[in-house]
């Protein structure tokens, strides 16, 4: 193994501006620092440049057109949300959010710019929630407000997700939610008819629609994958595309998650064959981690558990919420299902868990069993383990401490890579191209995965017949216009908001990148501030200066260092007085911070972030 | 996509103890916080609890026995070392570090805790480096004049890898290598004989060790795969291993690293074809991006492009450096490399670059062509840029970005997705198998892998016929006992010195706990400082307190929230001093601190590190 090392190199602008450094004889507003523009993330971040998005009367009037504005879920896996403007009215599909990343440190989530909505609030008609996955409903509490509260049309398992989800945000109005059993067509506006159509995911009512406008129909799926034996669909899923048949569409949007990963994904119904022999045949306790929003396979795992007489017991936050779900709309039969205190009453191999954390999150029910931390569940050598999922990348190290813990239990694991216990719920490139093949449409654009995703997705339509200018491969904010009766698609020149708003604590905000670049230069080096009293009148030093460092250097050992930064910022002071007239307080801290980043770097190779306190007293 | 979402708590111990904020009135020296035992990580951290080392008449004399010391590289993949104790000499096998990961922030590298060797040093006979990469050599230059300068056995390869490095710390002074051709055996110490074999990797020069001993051999074996068509071992490779036919050997150690994936992995040999097939057919400039430590491939490109007239441009450091000894040692011919300037010279179908970044490093040729940022290479549309690498699992955001911008350049991308143009160094199960098979072992100890890998590969061990009790899983630190004639081995219930040695510029310390520990809280939050003056005559403020903050809340849009924690700093200080006697500054800055951090979770839900600064005046 190896990688390239980065030479070190001292960088001056990459500390802080010593003149944001406020002492007392200024306010403390100005602290953002002035005069700098300055990228929302590192240097580091190579996500394309956010343009600014100028006025509103730039974007012009929509008139008869059709208009497809991704909001989110086109740069990125996560936050997806997608406008469609129809003349006079506007529907809303989906309102997700994203974790954060390496380049968001500190924040909860990052979800879409609906600022575009929120200046159009009085067109928008109805938002539409193709599945309760918190890549598509997550967002809502923080902007529906925002946008008008409109009225949220889910399925009915969405429906309870969002519902509940909402129950966290006890400061918000109530939503206004219609739960669509699938069969109606519901109208929007004027005179937007929209159907809804049954797709398979990893969740119960997961649906695409049927959006009929002036230009002909608009066919928006999202997260999907198509039921196989082999490559072969099996004929639910013929039945549920047959509909398309001799139907001209005008435009299909389409999930590009897993389009580079070739040939058809594993069937989650040979997961479940694979499920079926591992209950049946477990001698001892058996402990599932999986993903709670993999609900289907939570169904069938508590089903089969009742075939071969095994209990279910539940353990962790959401795991616990979407069974309660499942009960609520009885979807099966969970009789099955005991509480935790009762699971001594039966032989450790009548007992299946069915328990979060397979991702190593830090607090999930998998870790505290793992940690030896959990109330009621200790691992035994005799368990068997099965990890139910595969590893989300930006996961990979905290399931390999997982799995580390794990293994020192001794209990008997299993994971993907050793049985076919885990399928995705996004299709691979061969269902993608099905699914096209199912569908006549004119237009495509794909939705839902990274740039480098779309841009495949949009060769494999390509590759089936489209032509060149009729696939748009968008990113958050392009405004796509349909004209000329719906034989014509472009993208307007001018975007709609899309600078990256984050969730950070209490704060929704589009200008947190001061914010978070100073946490990662924080994250790098610590900080150092220093404290020093001038006597005004003498220009002297009132005493030694004092320092406050963290995150920098480990101190006790670091004593020299301290002493000599001390001298240092004395001599600095003490030089750049003259004994007369006013202290310039500014040009001190500026030339104190200056001399001490030279100093700290070349003494440790770091670079804190230095603030320089100075006080006349 | 769904995960768990930690719900939102109030902990106050994840702040600072405001015990730690000296004011003027005392020395910086205590400012490490005193009387908390913390963690060298934050919480979140799930590695195992490291034992404290206590004497070192703890350990038992060796008299008679051999001993194996793994001091890195059995707890993690990156660090590898390992001390080989035989009597009254020590042997030590490779050096490398590792690169930090999110709970190490900011740090350049973590290397093996050496104290033991330190403690030790008057016995240390020599150090053999299998291979070149930095895993097995990057922590020389930080612990080598620790441990006495011993002599360094490498073949020629790694020789000159280790001297390269080496110049780049010019205050240290120079090594004392020993460059092995091969054939030869060398007499460590008193009687102890070392071979060495060749073996399969990526880079040329990878050998095995045969550890002649007064109990039998150990065959010493680190990173290492198993070239074969469709998992038929070559020829080669049942020529290098014939060696071990009916010989008798005591102990064998063995890589890891790949022991979870099924089969055989892919041969070099099909990557080169393809890369043949590719180099030969592509009607535009290739540039092709891959590990600088993917030395075996690299040649195969140089001479392929050579085969078919094609000019090779070599940009990157780290690859630049990689070339050059591959010149030095004249492995092959090297005429059609040319220099960057001189590319616009040759037409582009002419033109194969190779180049670092493949794994989306910053500042790294590939991810600077993608910047548009590079001084001489502009992307073009008729471009093919080859991808020959896996993601290493930490760096995926970084691929997935630098992917994302490629594709905004509209040249064509291949990736090994596409075709299989990357290949691993580590063999999979049944490669590791196949080694195993080869050699007639008594014991047996997995190295170069995660706890889970290990496990793993111990149980490969016993399927194979290993008894349960030769087969043992180390721990970093683990003193391996072989003893009883070569009969017995176990593990020693005390460890050698096992903290992590980190290092952060230029310190190289195991005791960064706490920084660490400050950065990752920093990260989350920022932090928030407060200085506030106070006239010790009157008990009074002498003006508003000061406020400087980074990393937590945007401050221009928290205007009111300074204000009011200015307000409240003041109630709390006043509230506090009665005006009578000595001002109890300590005191004051804990009622400060706690006050403050409450305040400010209640209105942001955010945690900075508190910092009061308070003087009298």
């Avoid at 507003?29 to 509103?56: H, I, T, V, W, Y």
């Avoid at 794990?406 to 209990?411: D, G, T």
Wanted: net charge neutral; aromatic share 6%.
């Amino acid at each position: 193994m190896e990688r390239n090392i980065k030479p070190r190199v001292f960088t001056k602008n990459r500390n802080t501006n010593p003149n944001n450094n406020r002492g007392p004889k200024k306010p403390v507003n100005g602290m953002r620092r002035k005069g700098m523009k300055l990228d929302r993330r590192p240097r580091s971040n190579p996500r394309p440049q956010r343009k600014k998005f100028e006025k509103a009367n730039e974007i012009p009037a929509i008139g008869n057109n059709i208009r497809i504005i991704p909001l989110g879920g086109v740069e990125e896996v996560g936050k997806n949300m997608t406008a469609i403007e129809i003349g006079d009215d506007i529907i809303i599909v989906d309102g997700g959010f994203q974790f954060k990343d390496e380049t968001t440190p500190g924040i909860d989530y990052i979800i879409p710019n609906t600022k575009y909505l929120e200046e159009r609030k009085d067109k928008i008609r109805a938002m539409f929630i193709t599945h309760g996955h918190l890549d598509h409903i997550g967002g809502i509490p923080y902007f529906i407000e925002k946008i008008g509260n409109p009225k949220i049309y889910s399925r009915e398992f969405g429906a309870i997700m969002i519902k509940k989800r909402h129950e966290e945000f006890p400061h918000l109005p109530p939503l206004d939610i219609v739960t669509l059993d699938g069969d109606e067509t519901t109208i929007i506006g004027e005179s937007i008819k929209v159907e809804s159509f049954s797709i398979s995911h990893t969740i119960p009512d997961a649906m695409g629609l049927i959006i009929h406008t002036h230009f002909g129909k608009i066919v928006f799926v999202e997260d999907v994958r198509v039921d196989n034996i082999k490559g072969i669909p099996t004929d639910e899923e013929i039945n549920q595309y047959k509909r398309f048949k001799d139907e001209d569409v005008l435009l299909l949007t389409l999930d590009s998650t897993s389009v580079e990963k070739p040939g058809w994904s594993l069937s989650e119904s040979v997961v479940v064959e694979n499920f079926e022999k591992i209950i049946r045949d477990v001698d001892s306790r058996l402990i599932i981690g999986t993903f709670a929003s993999q609900v289907e396979r939570i169904l069938a795992i508590i089903e089969i558990s009742d075939r071969y007489g095994k209990k279910v017991v539940i353990e962790g936050r959401s795991m616990v919420s979407n069974v309660e779900i499942i009960k609520y709309l009885k979807l099966i039969k969970t009789d099955n299902i005991i509480s935790i205190n009762d699971m001594e009453n039966y032989a450790p191999d009548k007992i299946v868990m069915l328990v979060t954390g397979s991702q190593g999150e830090e607090f999930a029910a998998l870790m505290r069993m793992a940690n030896k931390s959990h109330k009621h569940i200790q691992l035994r050598k005799t368990d068997t383990i099965l990890l139910s999922s595969s590893i989300i990348p930006s996961n990979h190290n905290a399931v390999i401490r997982l799995k580390d813990k794990l293994y020192r239990s001794e209990a008997k694991i299993i994971t993907y890579l050793d049985s076919d216990v885990h399928a995705s719920g996004h299709g691979n490139r061969e269902e993608l191209k099905w699914i096209h093949e199912q569908i006549n449409y004119k237009f495509f654009i794909p939705l839902h995965g990274n740039h480098f995703m779309l841009r495949q997705h949009g060769e494999l339509s390509k590759s089936l017949g489209t032509p060149e200018d009729n696939v748009i491969i968008p990113d958050n904010g392009s405004i796509i216009e349909i004209s000329d009766n719906g034989n014509k698609i472009e993208v307007l020149p001018v975007k709609a908001p899309n600078e990256i708003v984050t969730v950070d604590g209490f704060s929704v905000s589009d200008i947190q990148d001061v914010v978070l670049r100073d946490r990662s230069l924080l994250s790098e080096a610590g900080i150092f501030v220093i404290v020093a009293s001038i006597n005004t009148r003498t220009g002297k030093l009132k005493k030694s200066p004092d320092i406050i460092s963290r995150g920098f250097v480990y101190l006790r050992e670091s004593q020299d260092l301290l002493q000599e930064s001390r001298n240092l910022i004395k001599r600095v002071i003490e030089r750049n007085i003259d004994g007369k007239g006013q202290i310039d307080f500014e040009m001190l801290k500026k030339k104190v911070t200056d001399e001490l980043m030279k100093f700290l770097f070349q003494r440790t190779a770091k670079q804190p972030l230095v603030i320089p306190v100075i006080l006349g007293v």
